[in-house]
């Protein structure tokens, strides 16, 4: 098992630094930042200012040992726009991103594995059927679409629910967080919703197709012989059972949350890293473009080894060391 | 029409009472057991003509100057334009005819697409069957690749790469290939997989033919029905990526207008209660991506050889 981590972590360490250096070249081929700030008022002179103040003056391989030195030491670069380390402004709005995607994840649970239950206990009816039909619509519907709708009827015409930004925060432990007050959870609703939504369908379809195997299972008819009740045959046994791909999947899922919220924070104005991405995309800043990827590569590593190793504990047929023979 | 749409290739077969049945008509027939999937097709056929057709079925140009007019802008649908003409789905910010905006756009956002999924197809099938013929380190090394790759999202690939690529239409085909052939590479890989030990090769290996000749012209036509299904989804997929981007401002160019893009202009205007610049071009969107989805859901039950009867 040891060994197994050791060589994934290799690994990691490996894809991130091709990563990094692909995007750091490859970022260096669009576009001229200093073109972003220069004034018309400007001479040659000022321009070469600017250009030898951002660093851009030197060769790139220069630029890119500097980049892997200083990235060795925790520091990605500052960013251009705010003259900020740019690693210190993507931690800064990760809690937003964290706290999105956790609710996110939250709901996914919640809403969607008692539907999938109820339409793999009772497959034939027209509830299940509806809920079958509703997962599919779930895939089917691009995020930012249902986004844009949900604002439209939530907040344009009914006006319940505010459709931009995160309300007010507590400060716990040094971090800004909408979930504890009412006007945060207003705010929180919406954006929340959407980013689950594809994730809710997933859930109905696993429990569903979980559930249905399972009830042949002969587990499961030694418990309804035993005279157990049908809530605790389902609820105990069965649930427990059908929990690991559940957990398996959500965990891998919830790197796609992360990557998916992008979206959902760029329609609600929520101020995450992902909304960060966008802006330092359309305003070239290179810095946070290369040091969001890198950041958001090793939480998916992390993610990835976090779930194998769950997996591993959760289902004690998984042998981690017996992979790829 | 006929040669786009499956289900319409079933009109000749009555006329043959007594012919044997050929998997080409029993594919037919399985496929319309369903009345839902033949609507889809016939639906997504519909679409494919209209996007197809857009120069002529279209009531205005939308990139013609001396057509559209600035007063004409957000005008609610249903409205009359100076000179007459009936804005069914209203206009939008620029005095575009929303209707002839949305099937130029459709053009747009299928051949997106399209010309991505059938780029990705033919890559990912190519490294999928030497992966699966060559074996050994060769296969290693590829299959570690597309398990990398298939842990990162695809929408998060694609945005970096046009992050470093910039906008324009065929960057964007850039991104959606590269976004996307490794799920073709591991479909292709498993079901190469199992043809290759099979005695068909082994025969043709014996009669001395060429490697290339056994991959393309007897394992690969084995791995076509999977590839079909994966294909099917993924261009559902690529299309919802394509408009998904451009929504975000980093897909296509304002001169290149998707059905993303229309939603992403009518997006600014929704809050102040103008709906339909936003929505129209977003239910166009949907009603082609469902009925793909659906079609594929079929074909993937039709297709399935564990299914079959």
């Given at each position: 098992m040891s060994v197994f981590i050791l060589r994934r972590l290799l690994q990691s360490a490996l894809v991130m630094v091709a990563m990094a250096v692909l995007v750091f070249f490859g970022v260096h081929l669009?576009?001229?930042?200093?073109y972003m700030f220069?004034?018309?008022?400007?001479d040659q002179a000022d321009i070469e200012n600017v250009t030898r103040a951002l660093g851009l003056d030197r060769p790139i391989w220069e630029q890119f040992w500097i980049f892997m030195t200083n990235a060795v030491r925790g520091n990605l670069g500052q960013s251009f726009?705010?003259?900020?380390?740019a690693l210190g402004l993507i931690l800064q709005r990760m809690p937003a991103t964290l706290e999105l995607a956790f609710a996110a994840l939250l709901m996914a649970v919640v809403i969607g594995i008692p539907l999938g239950l109820y339409a793999g206990l009772y497959p034939d009816g027209i509830p299940a059927k509806t809920i079958m039909a509703g997962s599919i619509l779930g895939f089917s519907l691009p995020t930012f679409w249902v986004g844009i709708m949900m604002i439209m009827i939530?907040?344009?015409?009914?006006?319940?629910?505010?459709?931009t930004g995160r309300g007010d925060t507590v400060e716990v432990f040094g971090l800004h967080l909408s979930f504890l007050t009412l006007d945060g959870l207003r705010h929180l609703a919406l954006p929340a919703l959407n980013l689950a939504l594809l994730k809710i369908s997933l859930v109905i379809r696993l429990t569903r197709a979980g559930t249905r195997e399972a009830m042949f299972q002969d587990y499961i008819k030694f418990a309804r012989a035993k005279g157990l009740s049908r809530p605790r045959i389902v609820g105990v046994h069965l649930l427990k059972n059908i929990l690991i791909p559940v957990v398996t999947v959500l965990g891998l899922e919830f790197g796609s949350l992360i990557a998916f919220s992008v979206v959902t924070e760029t329609i609600f104005a929520w101020p995450g890293m992902g909304k960060l991405l966008i802006e330092a995309i359309q305003q070239l800043d290179r810095p946070i473009i290369v040091a969001y990827l890198v950041m958001i590569v090793f939480l998916f590593v992390v993610i990835n080894l976090v779930v194998d190793i769950l997996y591993s504990i959760l289902d004690p047929r998984v042998r981690l060391g017996d992979r790829g023979q | 029409m006929t040669s786009l749409d499956p289900a319409s290739r079933a009109d000749p077969v009555p006329a043959v009472p007594k012919a044997a049945e050929t998997p080409l008509r029993r594919f037919v027939s399985d496929y319309c057991d369903s009345r839902l999937a033949v609507g889809a097709a016939l639906l997504l056929a519909v679409i494919v003509l209209v996007a197809l057709l857009a120069p002529w079925i279209a009531p205005q140009d939308p990139y013609d100057l001396a057509v559209v007019s600035i007063f004409d802008a957000r005008q609610p649908p249903g409205a009359q334009s100076m000179?007459?003409?009936?804005f069914w789905l209203g206009t939008d910010g620029a005095g575009r005819d929303l209707l002839s905006a949305i099937i130029y756009g459709l053009r747009i956002s299928l051949s997106v697409g399209v010309a991505s999924g059938v780029i990705a197809i033919i890559v990912g099938m190519t490294v999928g069957l030497l992966a699966a013929y060559a074996g050994g380190r060769t296969e290693n090394l590829i299959m570690r690749v597309v398990d990398i790759q298939l842990s990162l999202p695809a929408v998060l690939i694609a945005l970096i790469l046009l992050a470093i690529l910039g906008k324009g239409i065929d960057k964007i085909i850039i991104a959606l290939v590269i976004a996307q052939w490794a799920y073709y590479a591991r479909t292709v890989r498993a079901s190469a997989l199992v043809e290759r030990r099979r005695e068909y090769v082994e025969a043709a290996a014996c009669l001395g033919l060429s490697h290339a000749r056994i991959v393309f012209r007897h394992i690969l036509p084995n791995c076509v029905a999977p590839l079909i299904v994966v294909g099917t989804v993924q261009t559902a997929h690529a299309i919802a990526l394509e408009a998904t981007l451009s929504f975000l401002g980093v897909g296509l160019p304002q001169t290149e207008p998707s059905l993303g893009l229309l939603i992403s202009n009518g997006f600014e205007y929704m809050l102040s209660g103008k709906y339909w610049i936003a929505v129209f071009p977003g239910v166009a969107l949907l009603i082609t991506i469902v009925s793909i989805n659906m079609v594929g859901d079929q074909l993937r039950d039709v297709l399935n050889p564990r299914l079959q009867k």
């Amino acid at each position: 098992m040891s060994v197994f981590i050791l060589r994934r972590l290799l690994q990691s360490a490996l894809v991130m630094v091709a990563m990094a250096v692909l995007v750091f070249f490859g970022v260096h081929l669009v576009g001229d930042p200093v073109y972003m700030f220069i004034t018309p008022d400007m001479d040659q002179a000022d321009i070469e200012n600017v250009t030898r103040a951002l660093g851009l003056d030197r060769p790139i391989w220069e630029q890119f040992w500097i980049f892997m030195t200083n990235a060795v030491r925790g520091n990605l670069g500052q960013s251009f726009i705010f003259g900020e380390p740019a690693l210190g402004l993507i931690l800064q709005r990760m809690p937003a991103t964290l706290e999105l995607a956790f609710a996110a994840l939250l709901m996914a649970v919640v809403i969607g594995i008692p539907l999938g239950l109820y339409a793999g206990l009772y497959p034939d009816g027209i509830p299940a059927k509806t809920i079958m039909a509703g997962s599919i619509l779930g895939f089917s519907l691009p995020t930012f679409w249902v986004g844009i709708m949900m604002i439209m009827i939530f907040a344009v015409i009914l006006g319940w629910l505010p459709s931009t930004g995160r309300g007010d925060t507590v400060e716990v432990f040094g971090l800004h967080l909408s979930f504890l007050t009412l006007d945060g959870l207003r705010h929180l609703a919406l954006p929340a919703l959407n980013l689950a939504l594809l994730k809710i369908s997933l859930v109905i379809r696993l429990t569903r197709a979980g559930t249905r195997e399972a009830m042949f299972q002969d587990y499961i008819k030694f418990a309804r012989a035993k005279g157990l009740s049908r809530p605790r045959i389902v609820g105990v046994h069965l649930l427990k059972n059908i929990l690991i791909p559940v957990v398996t999947v959500l965990g891998l899922e919830f790197g796609s949350l992360i990557a998916f919220s992008v979206v959902t924070e760029t329609i609600f104005a929520w101020p995450g890293m992902g909304k960060l991405l966008i802006e330092a995309i359309q305003q070239l800043d290179r810095p946070i473009i290369v040091a969001y990827l890198v950041m958001i590569v090793f939480l998916f590593v992390v993610i990835n080894l976090v779930v194998d190793i769950l997996y591993s504990i959760l289902d004690p047929r998984v042998r981690l060391g017996d992979r790829g023979q | 029409m006929t040669s786009l749409d499956p289900a319409s290739r079933a009109d000749p077969v009555p006329a043959v009472p007594k012919a044997a049945e050929t998997p080409l008509r029993r594919f037919v027939s399985d496929y319309c057991d369903s009345r839902l999937a033949v609507g889809a097709a016939l639906l997504l056929a519909v679409i494919v003509l209209v996007a197809l057709l857009a120069p002529w079925i279209a009531p205005q140009d939308p990139y013609d100057l001396a057509v559209v007019s600035i007063f004409d802008a957000r005008q609610p649908p249903g409205a009359q334009s100076m000179d007459g003409y009936t804005f069914w789905l209203g206009t939008d910010g620029a005095g575009r005819d929303l209707l002839s905006a949305i099937i130029y756009g459709l053009r747009i956002s299928l051949s997106v697409g399209v010309a991505s999924g059938v780029i990705a197809i033919i890559v990912g099938m190519t490294v999928g069957l030497l992966a699966a013929y060559a074996g050994g380190r060769t296969e290693n090394l590829i299959m570690r690749v597309v398990d990398i790759q298939l842990s990162l999202p695809a929408v998060l690939i694609a945005l970096i790469l046009l992050a470093i690529l910039g906008k324009g239409i065929d960057k964007i085909i850039i991104a959606l290939v590269i976004a996307q052939w490794a799920y073709y590479a591991r479909t292709v890989r498993a079901s190469a997989l199992v043809e290759r030990r099979r005695e068909y090769v082994e025969a043709a290996a014996c009669l001395g033919l060429s490697h290339a000749r056994i991959v393309f012209r007897h394992i690969l036509p084995n791995c076509v029905a999977p590839l079909i299904v994966v294909g099917t989804v993924q261009t559902a997929h690529a299309i919802a990526l394509e408009a998904t981007l451009s929504f975000l401002g980093v897909g296509l160019p304002q001169t290149e207008p998707s059905l993303g893009l229309l939603i992403s202009n009518g997006f600014e205007y929704m809050l102040s209660g103008k709906y339909w610049i936003a929505v129209f071009p977003g239910v166009a969107l949907l009603i082609t991506i469902v009925s793909i989805n659906m079609v594929g859901d079929q074909l993937r039950d039709v297709l399935n050889p564990r299914l079959q009867k």
